[in-house]
């Protein structure tokens, strides 16, 4: 079945950076784009940009620019997403989803990142 | 950025209600619009996409209409399992945006 399969939590220091992996299956990864959503503790989901698997082409939303680069691996059917430069408030639950000609499915377990000093 | 306002932020209904939740973008989305049901500690489930189509093995009882800038998400009658977090989504334009949801208590 498709299934993404992320990474596990980490708990990382203010100016620290996180890199987070999410591994595809059940599905040929490069016919299809990865989005990543964020949701912070009690609030909603924010799309923080999209990678195309085929091609590489990247939107960021504007918010994140500069701050967070988004990667795949072909080879490995992996996506990744960094976030350099943490602040409290980047503490979330990061989520990487296949992007179904807009429609977000499936998405991965999720992957909790804590800031703290 | 296209903005998507949901309303209302936190419903209360009963067992067997008729639930509705609406979703409205600052443009011109024609039906690109998706919603989404998240419960407590999991990832967000895709119940409707293009505004109207059922995900296979999505209840019948959820429904979703509209086109262009309002949309309208409806449970025709309330399970216990529904109690959840309900997320519309635009994917008009990148970056996609999502509503800021709606969280449905039983009453």
């Known amino acids: 079945q498709v299934q993404l399969v992320q990474s596990g939590a980490e708990v990382k220091r203010p100016g620290a950076s996180v890199k987070v992996s999410c591994k595809a299956s059940g599905y040929t990864f490069t016919n299809y784009a990865i989005v990543w959503v964020r949701q912070a503790p009690g609030q909603g989901l924010e799309c923080m940009g999209w990678i195309s698997a085929y091609s590489g082409n990247i939107n960021y939303a504007q918010k994140f620019q500069g701050r967070v680069t988004m990667t795949t691996d072909t080879s490995t059917s992996t996506a990744y997403m960094e976030v350099r430069r943490l602040r409290s408030d980047d503490t979330a639950v990061y989520y990487c989803a296949r992007d179904r000609q807009g429609a977000i499915d499936p998405w991965g377990q999720g992957a909790l990142v804590t800031v703290s000093s | ?107």
């Open chain 2, 1 to 107: 950025d296209i903005q998507m306002t949901q309303s209302p932020s936190s419903l209360s209904a009963s067992v067997g209600d008729r639930v509705t939740i609406t979703c409205q973008a600052t443009q011109d989305i024609s039906n690109f619009l998706n919603w989404y049901q998240q419960k407590p500690g999991k990832a967000p489930k895709l119940l409707i996409y293009d505004a109207s189509i059922l995900e296979t093995g999505v209840p019948s009882r959820f429904s979703g209409s509209g086109s262009g800038t309002d949309f309208t998400f409806t449970i025709s009658r309330l399970q216990p399992e529904d109690i959840a977090t309900y997320y519309c989504q635009q994917y008009d334009n990148l970056p996609y945006t999502f509503g800021q949801g709606t969280k449905l208590e039983i009453k």
